[in-house]
């Protein structure tokens, strides 16, 4: 990763710094949702452990309100910590948030820089209250030498400020592409030296960047937009997906919650069958 860990903690720096000793502003309301379930309790499936969002709408919930477009992004903190909550609440073991892939490069260069602005203002906002809530936070991607070097620090503080929590762990996809992290991970083989017929499926995820990550369970993109738009190609090889209508700064937590009970009710077979009350197959 581009962002190193320098060891300086949010809870040790001054006010002058600009990060707030409290996280102002960041209080959201408590959900009441069922927990996590071990597996085969009840007749529904446990609730996803990793959840992943592709953070869709933001522009044209602007535009419906002839707003410029930084104001739906903008519109869109509000959402990002109400399901950080509600997903911690709810169970979700790892939350994986899509916020900027390596083709939103193209993009203007005055809603990239604002949205580098705004993302450092967001991270130091609520760090502290990541932390208290025992949320571990994690960055995949962020290696683009065009990421200004204060964000990348906010990143790499953010990680060293939570990297002992064992709650939930939030894994922020910034400057991320699925192609950009298969090919790092075959360049990581080719350097290892790994001979070609000793390359299998597991050999090949342990290259991957942050290779602790688990499958994901469930792919929540909001907008109704029905595309996969290169978010880790490799971990949602079988996930779930949902494609709920509404814009992401209106996304809340009962939009979240209906999605983990829709993710309950289907059911996951990975290319299998599953029995017939008789014992027989199923398609």
Aim: charged share 25%.
């Amino acid at each position: 990763m581009g962002a190193g860990s320098s060891g300086r903690s949010y809870a040790t720096r001054e006010p002058a710094t600009g990060v707030a000793t409290q996280p102002e502003g960041s209080a959201v309301p408590a959900v009441l949702v069922q927990p996590r379930s071990p597996s085969g309790e009840g007749s529904r499936r446990p609730v996803p452990r990793h959840v992943a969002c592709v953070m869709d709408g933001n522009g044209r919930w602007a535009q419906q309100r002839s707003l410029p477009r930084t104001s739906g992004h903008r519109a869109a903190e509000a959402t990002v910590i109400d399901v950080i909550e509600a997903a911690r609440s709810a169970g979700v073991e790892w939350l994986s948030l899509y916020a900027f892939s390596t083709e939103n490069w193209r993009r203007p260069g005055e809603e990239i820089d604002f949205l580098m602005r705004l993302v450092r203002r967001v991270v130091r906002k609520h760090a502290l209250l990541l932390h208290a809530r025992g949320i571990r936070c994690r960055l995949l991607g962020a290696e683009d030498p065009r990421i200004p070097a204060p964000l990348a620090q906010d990143f790499a503080d953010l990680m060293t400020l939570t990297e002992g929590n064992r709650g939930m762990t939030l894994t922020v996809a910034f400057d991320h592409g699925g192609r950009q992290d298969i090919v790092a991970a075959a360049r990581s083989l080719i350097r290892a030296g790994v001979p070609a017929d000793a390359v299998d499926q597991a050999r090949f995820a342990a290259h991957l960047p942050v290779p602790d990550t688990p499958d994901v369970d469930l792919v929540i993109r909001t907008s109704g937009e029905q595309r996969i738009s290169n978010f880790m190609l490799w971990q949602v090889a079988y996930a779930e997906w949902i494609f709920p209508p509404v814009l992401w700064p209106d996304f809340r937590a009962p939009h979240l919650l209906e999605c983990l009970h829709e993710y309950r009710r289907r059911d996951r077979r990975f290319g299998g069958v599953a029995p017939q009350a008789n014992g027989g197959p199923q398609r």
